[in-house]
């Protein structure tokens, strides 16, 4: 992506977002609101593919350190 004030001409940065909510919401959501929270994913990155890249950029980085967050605290068990 040469201009990150564009939208992400291939999608990738959408998808991702939406990959990374799924994640997040798998490793700590219980098994009842894995529905609704992948329809939520998916609403998230229909919304996110008309974003700049760089938005979407920065709030795939979020969620994607969200998630690592997540692990580290669950293998530490803080």
């Known amino acids: 992506i040469n201009d990150l004030s ?3 001409p ?3 940065l959408p998808i991702l977002i ?6 997040q919401m798998a490793t700590t959501g219980n098994a009842k609101q894995r529905l609704s929270s ?4 998916i609403i998230i ?5 008309n974003l700049a890249a760089g938005l979407c950029l920065f ?3 979020s969620t994607f350190l969200g ?3 997540s692990k580290i605290q669950k293998a530490l068990k803080l």
């Open 67 to 69: 998630v690592a967050q």
């Open 18 to 23: 939406g990959l990374g909510m799924i994640l």
């Open 10 to 12: 291939y999608y990738i």
């Open 59 to 61: 709030i795939a980085t």
């Open 38 to 41: 992948v329809l939520m994913a």
């Open 6 to 8: 564009l939208k992400d």
């Open 45 to 49: 990155s229909a919304i996110t593919s």
